[in-house]
């Protein structure tokens, strides 16, 4: 073999060395964007909800809860309605970042079941589902369109 021919072979090599490593990178880097999204998103969601449940360090939300079940919710006074929103958007928030996850796949349809089961129960509350009205269009629009379901079957 001439040190030509050994040399076009050893081009050749270095070329696939190449190749193969951008592919690892590449892959790394895919890997390690599927990791840091539901990281991403559980940052949000802490944050958001610190945000919305620091006023709810009153009694102002039991008893607006405490109205809610026994359907005196004519009788809610405006801090009273308040704290109810900001604990439902609190509620809400964690449910969209699952959404989210569910979306993006890192979450089973199982898991998403049991979300379902519980945004149906969170909106058997008149309160809650007055309030969703209100504030729906704080949230995306796909996880507005799938608890409009819920909330209107």
Do not use: C
């Amino acid at each position: 073999m001439s040190a030509e021919r050994i040399q076009g072979w050893l081009q050749v090599g270095g070329l696939l060395g190449v190749v193969a490593s951008l592919i690892f990178v590449g892959m790394q880097m895919e890997q390690t964007q599927e990791t840091a999204d539901p990281s991403d998103s559980q940052a949000r969601v802490s944050t958001r909800i610190s945000v919305l449940t620091a006023p709810l360090a009153s009694e102002t939300l039991l008893r607006a809860l405490t109205k809610d079940a026994t359907g005196q919710l004519m009788t809610l006074t405006p801090e009273e309605e308040l704290a109810a929103s900001y604990f439902l958007w609190a509620q809400l928030a964690y449910f969209e970042s699952e959404h989210y996850d569910y979306r993006r796949g890192h979450r089973s349809d199982e898991h998403w079941a049991t979300v379902v089961e519980n945004l149906q129960a969170l909106f058997e509350s008149e309160l809650n589902r007055m309030i969703w009205r209100d504030s729906a269009r704080t949230f995306q629009p796909s996880f507005r369109e799938d608890v409009d379901r819920i909330v209107s079957p």
